[in-house]
């Protein structure tokens, strides 16, 4: 059945530097893991100025906005999601001085720049929480049950394993829905909301153009903090409402910052944005936090699950499309990013991982892209245990009572496994650490990752990076691709057809030849495509742009 899919009309908004009206409905954003982008030092461990020094890459490879994963000040516990000073860049990335450098250089090359803000929980060596008497107004302390409250005042588990509470020397239990050294934050206490609309006006005066808000779905816990009655909870994230997550009194915080963004908005007149990382359990959900007077975009991770199958991803799709028109949004389609497996390995192969990249171009709306991608990265699965800094890693083998016992992978993809797809990314040359720096890589780069670089893929048109390159090339000069309509077209078992204006899109996701009709000129296909007259034959698992 042929469906007719319509986006309304963006609703107004203020014009960016370039005089673009909601640049992000139709924006491809690309994600550095700054550890692992590009080192200047030699320590190692990726850094600002190394970011600032490889963005040519970027705007080679033809993306809108660049997104940063947390580079402030933080002992690292979870990869910098345990932040000390929100205002301050940890030396290890370098200076605040570096990150108003990095921004300057971004928006020459006209690259938009997004921060992450980690609003859930601090470091436990925030200053708040080394206060013992600020920790108790300003996050989750409560007594513990049993007779000396020796238990966890509930069963709540952390997403990374093991009982979501600590007991501190004083005697009583701090939440942390993560790690034991992150702390949740207390979001009733207004000192908590005052501290973060400071933060966010910090940065955006520094020129910043918008925040990927970490665990935007979390803030806000059940009255009573009730028990859930059962373990194994991180596996129903992104599937039930927990207590602890996807409780609707986030959707007022998100109205908060919406107001203070769009009146940094309209006092400077760059349009600035944001984003939720958002584990909802369904895309009807996840859309609340996109409404108008919310942020503006919200990852679909439903997507980023679904399985490489037609039934499947058509289903995804509609619903996704139909969840965010019904409020004005359009949708963020991501494939991979810094807590899943690459979408290389997930999917099962480099065939379907530049296919599935394909068929997100082609979709509606806006797309992140997670470094790396875009040289068909594998995920490296063999990283020897004493390598690995995932905090998942170690805590993910503890039941809720802190024993040994059962695994935490979950939903949320956060399941001890994210060294593997965190590894320093290959720029040049035949050895580690590839171009990555002048020293090593704080992560052992396989040992044939020569071929996968940078300067080893450019100008090989077979290659992923010229995939990509292309695929954004060919976006930027489509009027239709990005926000905007899309019609599903009748297409032969185990094709996917979908019409854009001026386009079809044609993915076989079989693993043989399927014989499909085409409208006309080949624009862009992830494997060889024999055409003849108006029908073409797909290879197995490949995606085909065709002009109309
Ligand atoms: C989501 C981030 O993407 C992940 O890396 C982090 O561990 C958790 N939030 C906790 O901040």
Request: glycine content about 10%; charged content about 20%; aromatic content about 10%.
């Amino acid at each position: 059945m042929t469906q007719e899919l319509t986006s309304p009309s963006p609703a107004p908004q203020a014009a960016g530097p370039d005089g673009a009206r909601g640049w992000w409905r139709d924006a491809v954003i690309y994600q550095v893991y700054v550890r692992s982008f590009a080192d200047s030092d030699g320590d190692g461990i990726g850094d600002l100025r190394g970011v600032r020094d490889r963005l040519p890459h970027l705007k080679e490879l033809g993306v809108d906005a660049v997104w940063l994963t947390p580079f402030y000040a933080s002992p690292q516990a979870d990869g910098g999601y345990d932040v000390a000073d929100y205002r301050a860049v940890d030396p290890l990335f370098g200076t605040l001085a570096d990150a108003g450098d990095l921004i300057r250089t971004a928006h020459d090359l006209g690259l938009r720049v997004i921060v992450d803000v980690v609003p859930n929980h601090t470091s436990d060596r925030h200053p708040w929480f080394q206060d013992p008497e600020l920790a108790r107004q300003r996050y989750v302390f409560r007594p513990g049950k049993g007779a000396h409250g020796e238990l966890p005042p509930n069963d709540w588990e952390s997403v990374f394993g093991g009982p979501a509470w600590t007991r501190t020397d004083r005697g009583d239990w701090y939440l942390h829905l993560f790690a034991p050294e992150q702390p949740d934050l207390d979001w009733e206490r207004p000192e908590v909301h005052e501290e973060f609309a400071a933060i966010l006006r910090f940065w955006l005066e520094l020129g910043v153009d918008g925040f990927r808000v970490d665990v935007a779905h979390g803030m806000i816990k059940a009255p009573g903090l009730p028990d859930i009655g059962h373990g194994e909870q991180a596996r129903l994230i992104g599937s039930q409402v927990l207590p602890f997550f996807d409780q609707d009194g986030v959707h007022a915080i998100h109205r908060t910052w919406r107001r203070l963004l769009d009146e940094h908005t309209g006092s400077s007149g760059r349009e600035v944005i944001g984003v939720a990382e958002a584990w909802a359990p369904s895309v009807e959900r996840l859309a609340l936090y996109v409404r108008p007077d919310e942020l503006h975009q919200a990852f679909n991770f439903q997507f980023l699950n679904t399985p490489w199958e037609v039934a499947a991803l058509r289903e995804v799709i509609d619903s996704s499309l139909a969840a965010t028109v019904a409020v004005g949004a359009p949708t963020t389609w991501v494939l991979s990013n810094h807590d899943v497996v690459r979408h290389t390995t997930r999917l099962g192969g480099l065939a379907r991982a530049r296919a599935a990249t394909l068929l997100m171009l082609a979709l509606p709306g806006s797309a992140y892209l997670y470094q790396g991608e875009e040289l068909g990265l594998p995920e490296v699965v063999d990283l020897p245990a004493e390598a690995r800094q995932d905090p998942a890693f170690f805590r993910g083998r503890l039941g809720v009572d802190g024993s040994e016992a059962v695994g935490a992978s979950g939903t949320s993809g956060q399941d001890g496994f994210r060294d593997g797809c965190r590894v320093p990314l290959p720029w040049s040359g035949e050895l580690p650490p590839y171009g990555f720096g002048p020293g090593g890589s704080w992560l052992p780069q396989p040992v044939d990752w020569g071929r996968l670089s940078v300067a080893a893929q450019t100008g090989d048109p077979a290659s992923t990076l010229e995939l990509y390159r292309s695929a954004l090339a060919l976006r930027r000069r489509l009027p239709g691709l990005g926000d905007g309509e899309m019609a599903w077209q009748p297409a032969p078992a185990g094709v996917l057809a979908l019409r854009r204006p001026g386009m079809l899109c044609a993915v076989n996701t079989l693993d043989r030849d399927v014989e499909v009709p085409v409208p006309g000129e080949l624009l862009l296909a992830s494997a060889p495509v024999a055409a003849d007259g108006g029908s073409a034959v797909l290879p197995g698992d490949s995606c085909t742009w065709w002009a109309i």
